[in-house]
């Protein structure tokens, strides 16, 4: 309960994930990762006034916001090859796709706490998938014990699509929106002694 209403939530998500890897010490070594997030349920009722003593009144208008259908998945497949003891080249490849489904509506009296996640007059909503594909390539030196030299660079894709925003009458089917960038690294690893590593970087 909060201010002059009373909130009501009911939520069911699954996350899974899966991974997959090489063991033992070898010259070649790489790892596969998958996860998701899902809202299965993800219901928000509440009442827009409260009755005199605090207590629900079940009896007023309401209010229900519902995330059915928001996700977000990720995969990512990592590899190292060592090509010496003082050389590690890197390479993987990325994948991400996010789903916002979110719908606020408002419902008549005496039907907040038991009418459908999709009942009542539409108020707001706002729906969209963004997706991200990207390719990276990483390359580490041990010039001595105490300095590392890391290189890298990610090519990497950006995309928002199908999204939609509606609000108190406004708005409607937003545009799609999409870059393609090349991320560099560069970073330097000095061991000084006496507990001290300074590690000055750059990447965008």
Do not use: C
């Not at 827009?48 to 079940?58: A, K, P, R, V, W």
């Not at 490849?93 to 539409?122: I, M, T």
């Not at 330097?188 to 970087?201: E, K």
């Amino acid at each position: 309960q909060t201010g002059p209403a009373a909130y009501v939530l009911d939520q069911q998500h699954f996350m899974n994930s899966l991974a997959l890897q090489t063991i033992g010490k070898k010259d070649f070594s790489w790892e596969w990762v998958a996860s998701n997030f899902y809202y299965d349920k993800n219901i928000q009722r509440w009442s827009d006034t409260l009755n005199s003593d605090g207590s629900l009144n079940q009896g007023a208008t309401g209010q229900i916001v519902d995330y059915h259908g928001t996700s977000w998945t990720n995969l990512d497949l990592r590899s190292n090859y060592k090509l010496n003891s003082k050389h590690m080249l890197s390479f993987g490849l990325h994948y991400d796709y996010n789903k916002l489904n979110v719908r606020q509506g408002s419902v008549p009296a005496g039907q907040w706490l038991n009418a459908g996640p999709w009942s009542g007059s539409l108020v707001s909503t706002s729906k969209g998938v963004t997706e991200t594909k990207a390719a990276w390539i990483q390359d580490a030196w041990s010039y001595s014990e105490s300095v590392k030299v890391t290189t890298g660079l990610r090519l990497e894709h950006w995309n928002a699509h199908d999204g939609y925003v509606y609000a108190s009458s406004t708005g409607g089917a937003q545009p799609e929106s999409s870059f393609t960038t090349l991320s560099p690294k560069l970073s330097v690893s000095w061991d000084l002694g006496s507990s001290w590593l300074m590690t000055p970087s750059y990447g965008r």
